[in-house]
């Protein structure tokens, strides 16, 4: 079995993803298929300078949605 491919992504406008609430400049690590289409209509954006921003310059800490998809449909 080959792994999920699972980025991190630095939240622009206030969204819902996987039933929990975010928003702007919080980091989210999930899943590419669950985050890729957010980051494509520009909801989320996965630049390294921009990620790097949030958890450096803002000290933001990751939610890592991939520990919250056991036992989903």
Do not use: H, W
Request: one cysteine or more; aromatic letters at 2%; a negative charge.
């Amino acid at each position: 079995m080959a792994a999920k491919k699972l980025i991190t992504a630095r939240v622009l406008v206030a969204c819902v993803i996987a039933d929990q609430s975010f928003e702007p400049n919080a980091l989210v690590k999930g899943d590419a298929e669950l985050l890729e289409p957010l980051i494509e209509v520009g909801e989320l954006s996965s630049d390294k300078a921009a990620v790097d921003y949030c958890s450096k310059e803002l000290e933001v800490e990751v939610v890592d949605l991939s520990e919250n998809t056991d036992g989903k449909e």
